[in-house]
């Protein structure tokens, strides 16, 4: 099935050969193979990003693949840079390595802690709750108008940053600040060229 899905990939017909992994991977996630050639029909299709998460995924398990899997990563990186910039790039690059550590790590992640019965604890913290809803979303409404969507992937960033550091994930931290600098720094720029009147 795998390899009817490469002839598909290489006969020009990826849309094909997505059907076919899709059903391989639902019962081997990690089958390296299978792994590079979705990314290969992505890649075809023009999902460079979706294809750049499969290589990796592949690259993480072992086999003999692994100059061609590394050459697919390459290949979808060049398409990224000349479908946006080269900051974008290490920006999305950063979200998957952050995303692929969590997935990792998110049994290690600490559970809620129990809360109190009282129902003036809970009117207290419904208030509290409130204030800090409204002094945040007074900070926010200026850089959500700027950022658009990218104001939601920072605020996600701000609170797996702070996670990060209580579980000692460091290098999910550092990822995790150095997308967080990208963003505001794009923020910095794009408040720059448009102004406030």
Do not use: C
Not at 57 to 74: M, V
Not at 94 to 103: E, P
Request: proline content about 4%; cysteine-free.
């Amino acid at each position: 099935m795998i390899e009817q899905a490469r002839s598909s990939v290489l006969m020009g017909q990826p849309e094909d050969a997505l059907e076919a992994l899709t059903e391989v991977l639902k019962y081997n996630k990690g089958h390296t193979y299978a792994l590079m050639v979705k990314g290969d029909a992505l890649y075809f299709t023009g999902s460079f990003e979706h294809a750049l998460i499969h290589y990796y995924r592949a690259l993480r398990r072992p086999g003999q693949y692994i100059d061609k899997i590394k050459f697919g990563i390459k290949r979808a990186l060049r398409a990224i840079d000349y479908a946006v910039d080269i900051e974008m790039t290490h920006f999305i690059v950063g979200l998957m390595w952050i995303f692929g550590a969590m997935q990792e790590y998110v049994g290690r992640l600490p559970k809620p802690a129990p809360r109190s019965n009282s129902q003036h604890s809970i009117k207290t913290r419904k208030l509290e709750k409130k204030k800090a809803e409204r002094v945040t979303k007074m900070k926010n409404t200026k850089s959500k108008k700027i950022l658009g969507p990218l104001f939601d992937d920072l605020i996600f960033l701000k609170q797996l940053d702070g996670k990060a550091k209580e579980q000692g994930l460091d290098r999910v931290a550092e990822e995790a600040e150095s997308s967080i600098r990208f963003i505001r720094e794009k923020e910095k720029f794009w408040r720059q060229q448009a102004p406030s009147k």
